[in-house]
């Protein structure tokens, strides 16, 4: 399977238009530090063709950006998108709005996902004149089931179950928010997508053991992050997302699968947006590496 990584920055992108924090500042000063919202194609082989991972508001110039993502004259003419959701977010739905000349969209997401997106954010009445609108169950991992999707078989990894703020009220679910496991079953290869990782969990270190790559929470570099940079009260950590260094980082949990994980959905006040930063030696001590909008990974 190929993996095409679309962005990899958190909500807002780098630069986030209202920011001016040294992170947007070098992200303007330097337009190579720019980065577009978290979300992936992958590929599985032969005709099977790809889908999202994530349709993020960048969907349409991520397409764009990789030549093997443009459609072709008549016919080829990309007319049914699949898309994998991994949660609720606005930041990983909006998208579907942008891909509304498709003449079909398949979407697979958990059932708390599902309900959010047909009634807090009305996008299956919004679409409907536009599109055909498809919702597919994504199974959960474990549950011996997984969705066909592109020729590869797909499953969610509960990870918890943080719902987005407009659907604040909503009941509790354990799969509010999910990493995509993606398994390519001729030569049995594996990659795992866990933008969002709230908890460490015995599960998740096993699923990331196992993984030929995996694309892991990188949102901030240390618990603190938030609060240093007065983006929030609150650490990284409760915000929903472990950061990769200290004592509850996810970086020295890694062991030997590190080499193997690349880390996207920086936030725009993490330090490791900025390339010269000392944190890529010490990461790259420890084996993982930052991912970079517009990386091809082969599986
Ligand atoms: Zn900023």
């Not at 920055?9 to 780098?14: N, Y």
Request: hydrophobic share 40%; aromatic share 4%; with cysteine.
């Amino acid at each position: 399977m190929l993996l095409r990584i679309l962005g990899t920055a958190a909500g807002g992108g780098l630069p986030q238009w209202n920011c001016a924090c040294p992170g947007c500042a070098g992200a303007r000063l330097h337009p190579a530090r720019r980065r577009l919202h978290d979300g992936l194609a992958v590929h599985g082989g032969g005709a099977g063709g790809w889908f999202l991972a994530n349709a993020t508001p960048d969907v349409a110039e991520q397409l764009e950006s990789h030549p093997g993502l443009r459609p072709g004259t008549g016919e080829d003419r990309t007319p049914v998108v699949r898309v994998v959701l991994t949660d609720a977010e606005l930041d990983h739905t909006l998208g579907l709005l942008r891909l509304r000349e498709a003449a079909r969209i398949d979407i697979w997401c958990t059932e708390p996902v599902r309900g959010a997106l047909g009634a807090r954010l009305p996008l299956t009445d919004i679409l409907t004149p536009y599109t055909t609108l498809t919702w597919h169950d994504l199974p959960l991992a474990g549950s011996g089931r997984y969705a066909e999707v592109a020729g590869l078989e797909v499953s969610a990894l509960p990870l918890s179950d943080k719902r987005p703020r407009y659907a604040a009220d909503e009941p509790s679910h354990p799969a509010w928010s999910v990493a995509l496991k993606v398994r390519d079953p001729g030569p049995g290869t594996r990659a795992l997508y866990a933008p969002a990782v709230a908890a460490w969990s015995d599960r998740l270190g096993t699923e990331i053991a196992e993984a030929d790559r995996v694309l892991l929470d990188g949102t901030f570099l240390d618990e603190e992050e938030p609060r240093r940079t007065g983006i929030s009260r609150r650490t990284a950590s409760g915000m929903g997302h472990l950061p990769i260094e200290g004592p509850e980082g996810t970086a020295r949990r890694l062991g030997g699968a590190g080499a193997r994980v690349l880390y996207t959905h920086l936030n725009n006040t993490n330090p490791l947006t900025d390339p010269g930063d000392r944190a890529h030696e010490r990461l790259a001590g420890l084996g993982p590496r930052v991912a970079e909008d517009r990386m091809v990974v082969s599986l």
